[in-house]
């Protein structure tokens, strides 16, 4: 149904331009009838009298003298106009022809650039660099095309063609620039580049965090993060993730300077400190430094506020002086998380440390009950030798000495299997 209103439509459309020409026709012969009527019956005539001549002629011919007469003029003016026009014409012709080359020129580039011949790419570019279309993205795509083919002496003649070519918009040649130093890992030139920017776009931020993150320079990426994620540029997701691992790596390289390293401390949101990555961190750095009572701090309150068994662990490490209080803590603990196996081990190895045998005894079986694992083994093996109990000693000492071998022999296989995987290594050059 469709089709044949589209057909009846463009026939209704052919006849009407087939009417107006008729239309047209007939007038104009009903105009030509008209004159030859108008000149037949009419017999004037005009006397032109010079002294001593005289001329005497029809008014019809009179008026088609004058009509020939203005037509020639209208003529002659319309060449003589056209000629002085010529010379700019033929000017904005060669412009006009240029300007479509330099910009097939362009396009060729472009297909060529992302066709993966660079080669190609960047003589392209090249010629569009000498021509008036957009002579800098030019010059950049050059730029990208002989960084892809390693020619970095070519690629940096070319950057700094485009900032004498515009240098008035910068922002396409910097963020490129800084790209292509990133990708050689020249994170400082990079942060110099991104520096000339005075007003920084989200590409431009995103590349600044990076170049930051290669420096380690973690404090400075926090408010960069910030301002991606009001941009859109993370997600809320996203953004926790990256302030938690920043933070994190900040602890890192405070491990060896404790006032340093409390300071750091300090600055971290209170909400981020109970992440379990953050508090993991802190914990170690403050245990490296042998004060294992902040570290037990930290720990607790990243456990009261998430659970976390890694935690769990670590917190086994945190010697302390009130090791009842501990125990109390853990145990407080153990009425939401029953079964699990590791906060049962911490437990185990609290009352070890606070001799309190039987009890110690009781709950490291009970983690083996939950999980076997061969540090509840190697517990209750030092247990039952404290115990004077040497041949449930060895069975224990034998057992956690299988379940570490195994243990082992699974990461090999893995570590093993990952590396035979082969790399693919993909030509950058054309």
């Known amino acids: 149904m469709k089709l ?8 209704s459309v052919a006849v009407s331009g087939t009417m107006r020409w008729l ?3 007939l007038g104009l012969f009903a105009l030509a009838v008209g004159l030859a009527l108008a000149l037949r019956l009419n017999s004037g005539y005009v006397l032109f009298v010079w002294t001593p001549y005289r001329a005497e002629v029809s008014l019809n011919l009179l008026l088609l003298l004058a009509v020939a007469a203005f037509a020639l003029f209208y003529v002659l003016l319309r060449f ?3 000629a002085i026009a010529l010379p ?4 904005e012709y060669r412009a006009r022809r240029a300007h ?18 660079y080669s190609r790419a960047e003589k392209a570019a090249a010629k569009v660099m000498d021509s008036s279309e957009s002579p800098a993205l030019g010059a950049v795509l050059a730029a990208r ?10 690629r940096d003649a070319y950057i700094a063609r485009a900032a004498n070519l515009e240098p008035d918009d910068a922002a396409m040649r910097v963020i490129t620039q800084a790209e292509m130093l990133l990708d050689q890992r020249r994170f400082q030139e990079a942060l110099n580049v991104l520096k000339s920017l005075h007003e920084k776009n989200r590409e431009a931020l995103r590349l600044e965090l990076k170049a930051l993150q290669q420096a380690k320079n973690w404090e400075q990426t926090l408010p960069i993060i910030d301002q991606l994620e009001k941009r859109g540029g993370f997600d809320a997701n996203q953004a926790d993730q990256l302030r938690r691992y920043a933070h994190a790596e900040n602890l890192r ?3 060896l300077d404790k006032p340093a390293l409390d300071a750091c401390w300090q600055k971290i949101p209170g909400s981020l400190r109970r992440e379990a990555e953050v508090a993991m961190t802190g914990a170690q750095c403050y245990l490296a430094l042998n004060d294992a009572s902040q570290a037990g701090e930290i720990i607790e309150s990243a456990l009261d506020a998430e659970w976390n068994a890694e935690l769990v662990a670590l917190y086994a490490q945190c010697v302390s002086s009130d090791t009842v209080r501990q125990i109390e803590r853990a145990e407080k603990w153990l009425h939401n998380n029953t079964r699990d196996a590791a906060l049962l081990l911490l437990l185990g190895k609290l009352c070890v440390r606070q001799e309190l045998w039987g009890k110690a005894q009781s709950y490291l079986e009970a983690s083996l009950s939950v999980e076997i694992t061969y540090q509840a083994h190697l517990e209750l093996a030092k247990l039952c030798e404290g115990m004077d109990k040497p041949d449930l000693a060895r069975r224990h000492y034998r057992s956690s000495l299988d379940l570490a071998v195994a243990l082992l022999g699974r990461k ?3 570590r093993d299997g990952a590396s035979s995987i082969p790399s693919r290594h993909v030509s950058r050059h054309p």
């Open 412 to 414: 090999t296989v893995v």
């Open 88 to 91: 700019a014409q033929v000017r």
């Open 23 to 25: 239309l047209w026709i």
């Open 100 to 117: 479509d080359e330099a910009r097939a020129m362009l396009l060729t580039a472009v297909r060529e650039f992302f066709g993966g011949r």
């Open 145 to 154: 095309a002989a960084h892809e083919l390693r020619h970095y002496e070519q």
């Open 80 to 82: 003589l106009f056209g």
């Open 4 to 11: 044949f209103v589209i057909i009846g439509l463009r026939a």
């Open 253 to 255: 390289r405070k491990t």
